[in-house]
């Protein structure tokens, strides 16, 4: 049953084919059973749970029910929840409960959704690969050996793995997009500001933004929809009327223009990811897209952009983990100065370390102008090329990650080669663009490969039509992993 569209799991509890209470045991069961071999869940509460669904029971029996209302959700732990842990899988916040509830949470909660969960992540999303965790690397359904990709790999892996319907993710420089590649799911990241970054906490504020994995972009379109909308506790939260980002998903796709930069389809593709990545635009001719060659001249300086900004940023963030108010502190110290550099320095892991001295060395005097402020340039010409290459095409399409999920510690050691697998997602998190990836095929080892497609500001509906109608046309989103 959890293997089914969320419309089909809601005219189900419509029909009293199944209550909340069964679905949500289902959920929980289903964690038990798989979650020692995934690690996608680091805290589940199963008592929270089924008094939500009972709750939400009552509401579908009370004629009160919405698309979400009794579905069971997870949502990653980096988004504040009330009385649950909240560590951003770090042992900076291991024992942090947190006294309220983001955004997010309170959206779909308000939308009647079940939260049964917490799900792992890259330390602070900082990572790639979900193996940044103090709970340990998250792994991928289809190949326990392999990485679910990051920092939203817990949410991805939980989904493919029919843990749950439907998860939560925040994309920063593809977070949403790279792991749901590697899993096989469905991804959104929206345009930046859509969704409040209040109660998510902060890696690197001007790029983090909330997202939607599922299995579907028909099941993504209703989440968003529900987590959307102005909060005025965020000064980048865009008060934009309501939107519904399924209204177009029957659309057809005859008159779209998909651009095909020809900056992603060089040197860098694995094989196996260049042949889903050509058949899949082949199905998208013949639903009547389509195609023509557009340039991203600076996309070959995301990467190093990218990796300035973002470390800046986290730099500032970071600062108020100190072992002072709330988080980890360090058992033994002498002064207030050491405290704080013990507590930093147990609390904190590796790669959020690298990124904290990265962040503080290109903001320090003498550098600032040299890096900070040169990324910053870089930022704006990045988005220059986006807005010309929508003034020839609707979309750009291309591959989410030049190869599929790859072995659990085989570029731990070597941080840029970690970094350069985001090299076609991180320029759309510069720009602030809505980004979309889904199944489109699978290379070598029956590994997922996943489609990216971009769109212009506030295009949401039109990347969620386009993925549908593909959907509809293929089944590469309604093949499940083994046990899954």
Not at 83 to 110: E, I, W
Request: with cysteine; hydrophobic share 40%.
């Amino acid at each position: 049953m959890l293997n089914a569209s969320l419309q089909a799991l809601a005219a189900a509890l419509a029909d009293k084919q199944v209550s909340s209470v069964e679905l949500t045991q289902a959920a929980l069961d289903r964690i038990a059973a798989r979650n020692a071999d995934i690690n996608a869940f680091v805290h589940v509460d199963p008592e929270g749970a089924l008094a939500a669904a009972r709750a939400a029971d009552a509401r579908i029996a009370a004629g009160e029910a919405g698309p979400l209302t009794g579905i069971p959700i997870a949502h990653k732990d980096v988004f504040c929840t009330e009385g649950l842990p909240t560590t951003c899988a770090s042992r900076m916040l291991a024992n942090f409960v947190s006294p309220y509830d983001a955004h997010v949470v309170a959206r779909l909660k308000q939308a009647g959704s079940v939260l049964v969960g917490k799900t792992n992540m890259d330390e602070f999303a900082m990572g790639s690969s979900n193996e940044n965790s103090h709970f340990g690397a998250a792994r991928n359904p289809w190949d326990s050996t392999r990485v679910p990709g990051g920092s939203s790999g817990g949410s991805a892996a939980a989904v493919a793995a029919g843990m749950v319907p439907v998860a939560t993710g925040t994309d920063t420089g593809g977070s949403v997009r790279q792991p749901a590649s590697f899993c096989g799911v469905t991804g959104i990241k929206p345009t930046y500001g859509v969704v409040s970054r209040y109660g998510m906490i902060a890696y690197a504020s001007s790029l983090d933004q909330g997202g939607v994995l599922a299995r579907s972009a028909a099941d993504c379109a209703p989440v968003l929809s529900a987590m959307a909308g102005f909060d005025p506790r965020d000064s980048t939260s865009l008060d934009r009327p309501a939107e519904d980002f399924g209204r177009d998903l029957d659309k057809p796709l005859a008159g779209l223009r998909i651009g095909l930069p020809r900056e992603y389809f060089g040197e860098g593709m694995a094989d196996d990811v260049r042949g889903a990545v050509e058949a899949a635009l082949d199905a998208y001719r013949t639903l009547g897209a389509t195609t023509v060659e557009v340039s991203l001249p600076n996309s070959k300086l995301a990467i190093p952009a990218y990796y300035v900004i973002a470390p800046a940023e986290a730099s500032s963030n970071l600062s108020r983990f100190d072992g002072v108010r709330y988080g980890y502190r360090a058992p033994e110290y002498g002064d207030l100065n050491d405290m704080y550099a013990k507590s930093r320095a147990q609390g904190f892991g590796a790669e959020v370390k690298r990124r904290i001295l990265v962040g503080t060395y290109v903001l320090s005097h003498g550098y600032y102008d040299a890096y900070y402020l040169q990324a910053q340039k870089l930022r704006r010409l990045i988005a220059d090329d986006f807005r010309q290459a929508f003034g020839q095409c609707d979309v750009i399409a291309g591959p989410t990650a030049p190869s599929t999920a790859y072995e659990i510690g085989t570029k731990c050691n070597d941080p840029v080669q970690m970094y350069l697998g985001d090299i076609y997602t991180v320029a759309v998190n510069l720009a602030g663009l809505p980004a979309l990836s889904h199944p489109a095929g699978f290379g070598t080892g029956s590994l997922p490969v996943g489609l990216q497609l971009v769109g212009d500001y506030f295009s949401e509906a039109r990347l969620l039509n386009a993925a549908h109608q593909f959907q509809q046309a293929t089944d590469w989103h309604a093949r499940r992993p083994p046990e899954a």
